[in-house]
């Protein structure tokens, strides 16, 4: 069974704070994604990657910044907390871009 | 992108089929229909996804009309733990395009 784990189930942090959500996939995919979910508005993409080192904007990545050193390993990095971006944060790999995206449990995120 | 349009809820009495509908009416001949549902803060679960034939597997089926303009999941012996938010998401099968969900349909199964 393909494994997504994120580093933190809850997290609350202060204005201004730099936070990093990780992401960490156990089956050799190429593609992970971050996305955040936010009531009424579904989920909406921040940023993915297709290979190591490689990433491109989603629909809303304005605030946050991504990192992915290694195959199994997608960070997503907040440089400076705000209020806004407090939301439930999902990461997801698939072997393909288009191939089946498998997601992690989530964090959810509060910045006070 | 194809957009997709669902019911923003449905209700379902438990152990009946439920028929979960979506619009996706400017599809284009390369774009694959996926469902995937979300139950209560657990992340996206995938269930199945087709291209122009119906599909079956063990969770669900998926019938698509003819003009693949719009497509229902099938869940045929709806039980509790099936409530959830369902996404039905239409997305191509080449170049770099992204899944993009919606704000889907919350399923409720009624006991």
């Known amino acids: 069974d393909v494994k997504v784990t994120q580093s933190s189930r809850y997290l609350v942090k202060r204005t201004g704070e730099k936070v990093f959500l990780e992401c960490v996939q156990d089956m050799d995919h190429e593609n992970m994604f971050w996305y955040r979910q936010d009531p009424g508005l579904g989920l909406r993409l921040i940023y993915f990657?297709?290979?190591?080192?490689?990433?491109e904007k989603g629909d809303i990545p304005e605030g946050y910044s991504v990192s992915r050193e290694k195959k199994e390993r997608f960070s997503l990095i907040l440089e400076s907390a705000s209020t806004n971006q407090t939301s439930m944060y999902l990461c997801?790999?698939?072997?393909?871009?288009?191939?089946?995206?498998?997601f992690g449990p989530g964090t959810r995120l509060t910045v006070l | 992108d194809a957009k997709t349009t669902q019911p923003t809820s449905m209700d379902c009495a438990e152990g009946r089929a439920a028929n979960l509908p979506c619009n996706h009416s400017t599809i284009s001949g390369n774009e694959y229909v996926y469902w995937y549902r979300q139950i209560h803060s657990q992340g996206p679960q995938y269930i199945i996804h087709g291209l122009k034939n119906n599909e079956t597997n063990e969770m669900a089926s998926l019938i698509i009309t003819e003009d693949r303009k719009s497509s229902t999941l099938i869940l045929p012996h709806a039980t509790l733990r099936d409530t959830a938010v369902y996404y039905c998401?239409?997305?191509?099968?080449?170049?770099?395009?992204?899944?993009?969900f919606g704000t889907g349909t919350r399923l409720t199964i009624i006991p």
């Open positions: 998401i239409v997305i191509s099968n080449f170049g770099n395009e992204k899944l993009t």
């Open positions: 990657s297709y290979d190591v080192k490689m990433k």
């Open positions: 997801a790999s698939s072997p393909g871009l288009r191939d089946t995206q498998y």
